[in-house]
């Protein structure tokens, strides 16, 4: 690995050994946590933690929060109470409760009794909302504001609490309930003269979710409103929290990879491909390919029956590699815009009829000029009758995996199925078996040989 600080991970490694901690403390101090991370990183969880213990103590929850889970989670075994809990209190309010959901029991009744009770109740709360729900990502580090508090009140409210405040360009405007009658940008404020009441330049019914609804929502409100947080209500219309812009787009990444992970028919991993076991990757990935293994029989089957064609016109076994492949390409081009889009919200179910028409027309398209692409090879290397089932046959072909591959996320959602299972292996495998049928049905009708002898 190329090293992004000036101090090298063996030098690291050194002046731990040495309990060197002023020079240690001296070379990382100023670097960026970001940078420091990926470098302690390659030490090992205890040696990293030894590291973090050396930098100030305000420094340490920003860099803890830029190691992965996996290890955050090791690294929490090699501190002490009092160490992790000094992190903990200093984290973001929705991280730490991440963390302390992938604690062992043993190390949550550890941590627990050293963390202050509003600390301790925050932690159980915000830990206690189902991974895949808006709950689980939201932070309780919000600031808060009366209706009836002037702008100048309501800016000297805002510099006591940002401390401890993940975000205070935005207020949220609650009653005497907790319930959000709106929100309130610092801009406004700074603006607006300084005995104008909040309430009357809050921006009224601002967008809201509920802390129990997917989280994938969340991230599709903050994009369509533009948004730098998003409060979240509970079953009361209570305030219960926030979710920010960069937690949205950790959301967003890591649904992105799961997806994608799919798309290649790997089922979902949720530890580092570098330190996952051999175990783990074949457990992830053998179903799919198992389960299309007895798909393609019937590939085998198709030229099978077409077995006599076949010896009478050896030559179309030279061009049936190129032509399953094709429609699976096609399939797999199709499937893979249906899935982004579908998981976008550019399509919905009901626009099936609408994309169908559409993709008959592109996939003719694509079609006739792979056709036209490979009509001059069949006349040279089987003669024109050749040449002309391989060219019809090309269209079809692509059509037909276009199709599927557009049509099967849609049918997948219509079950409320993952779309992304639409993966590039099972659209692959459903060309493939279409077109073997389609190549040697085409030509059985053009060149009126008997399928089977």
């Known amino acids: 690995m190329t090293e992004i600080l000036d101090i090298t991970a063996p030098e690291i490694a050194r002046l731990i050994e040495n309990d060197d901690h002023e020079a240690l403390r001296a070379a990382l101090e100023h670097e960026h946590a970001a940078d420091i991370a990926p470098v ?55 991280e730490r409760a991440d963390l302390f959901a992938e604690l062992s029991e043993e190390q949550q009744h550890v941590l627990l009794p050293g963390l202050a009770q509003a600390e301790r109740e925050d932690l159980r ?63 406004d404020m700074i603006v607006a003269t300084p005995g104008t009441r909040v309430e009357r330049i809050m921006r009224r019914d601002p967008p809201f979710i509920r802390a129990d609804a997917p989280r994938e929502q969340a991230v599709a409100m903050i994009a369509r409103y533009d948004l730098l947080a998003l409060p ?32 290649g028919g790997v089922m979902e991993i949720t530890e580092s491909i570098r330190d996952a076991s ?10 799919w390919l198992v389960l299309l293994v007895f798909g393609n029989l019937f590939s085998g089957a198709g030229i099978a029956y077409f077995e006599d064609m076949i010896a009478a016109y050896v030559a179309l076994v030279f061009f049936l590699p190129l032509l399953v492949d094709s429609g699976g390409n096609a399939g797999a081009q199709s499937a893979t815009l249906m899935v982004r889009a579908l998981a976008k919200g550019d399509v919905r179910l009901g626009d099936w009829w609408r994309s169908l028409m559409r993709e008959v027309f592109v996939a003719g398209a694509l079609g006739l000029t ?15 009758e ?25 049918i997948l959602s219509r079950f409320s199925l993952d779309p992304a299972a639409a993966s590039a292996p099972l659209v692959t495998s459903l060309a493939d078996i279409a077109g073997v049928l389609i190549y040697f049905g085409m030509a059985t009708w053009l060149l009126n040989v008997p399928a089977v002898g």
């Open 125 to 187: 709360r915000l830990s206690s909302y189902d991974e895949d729900t808006v709950g689980a990502v939201m932070t309780s580090d919000y600031a808060t504001i009366p209706p009836e508090l002037t702008v100048s009140q309501a800016l000297q409210h805002l510099r006591d609490v940002a401390p401890d405040s993940e975000t205070i360009y935005h207020s949220y405007v609650v009653d005497e309930d907790r319930k959000l009658v709106g929100t309130v940008s610092l801009r």
């Open 386 to 410: 050749i040449a002309m089932v391989v060219s019809f046959t090309m269209v079809l072909i692509v059509m037909v995996g276009s199709l599927i591959g557009m049509s099967l996320p849609f």
């Open 278 to 287: 051999f175990k783990l990757l074949y457990q992830k990935r053998v179903f």
């Open 232 to 263: 979240v209500v509970n079953g009361g219309d209570k305030l219960a929290g926030i979710v920010t812009y960069d937690d949205a787009m950790d959301v967003a990444e890591e649904e992105a990879n799961i997806s994608f992970r799919k798309t």
């Open 40 to 94: 302690l990183d390659e030490l090992g969880p205890e040696k990293a933690a030894k590291a973090l213990l050396a930098l100030p103590r305000e420094r340490q929850a920003t860099l803890f929060g830029y190691f992965d889970h996996d290890t955050q989670v090791e690294m929490a075994e090699s501190l002490s109470r009092r160490d992790l809990a000094r992190i903990f209190e200093a984290m973001p309010h929705d």
């Open 370 to 384: 792979m056709a036209l692409a490979v009509w001059g090879i069949g006349l040279w290397r089987g003669g024109p």
